[in-house]
């Protein structure tokens, strides 16, 4: 069973930087994508960014294009999001998801929730004007 555990969130001021972590465990297949999404109250849930394990190739929303930059570490199994430029509408609670993906596969980038399986429990995120 796939497990996702997001850290790094807290309290920063508008023009400030964050940097959640993703720590992800019980993958079966070693090919996989993970993405990072964030939701605020009353709002859907939108997609910001994914990145295929190993082969790298970041995508990332319009919305956060050129302020935040997702990586990984393949010797931790985690994937990084760091955000810079912070805007107090970006207070959201952030989550990380697992998209299993066919081993060598073509890896068409997505940002749709529904093409992830697994998600962690979210980590707070509160940006103040």
């Known amino acids: 069973e796939v497990q996702l555990v997001e850290s790094g969130g807290g309290l920063v001021q508008a023009g400030g930087s964050l940097r959640l972590s993703c720590a992800a465990s019980?993958?079966?297949?070693?090919?996989?994508?993970i993405g990072w999404f964030r939701q605020a109250p009353g709002r859907e849930r939108e997609g910001l960014s994914c990145?295929?394990?190993?082969?790298?190739?970041?995508y990332y929303a319009d919305s956060v294009k050129g302020r935040f930059t997702i990586s990984e570490d393949n010797a931790k199994n985690t994937v990084y999001l760091q955000m810079n430029s912070l805007k107090p509408e970006e207070t959201a609670v952030y989550y990380c998801?697992?998209?299993?993906?066919?081993?060598?596969?073509?890896?068409?980038?997505?940002?749709?929730?529904?093409?992830?399986?697994?998600w962690g429990q979210g980590t707070q995120v509160t940006v103040s004007s």
């Open positions: 998801a697992h998209e299993p993906l066919a081993y060598g596969s073509t890896w068409y980038p997505s940002l749709t929730p529904l093409s992830f399986g697994s």
């Open positions: 019980g993958f079966t297949f070693d090919d996989y994508a």
């Open positions: 990145i295929r394990r190993r082969v790298g190739s970041p």
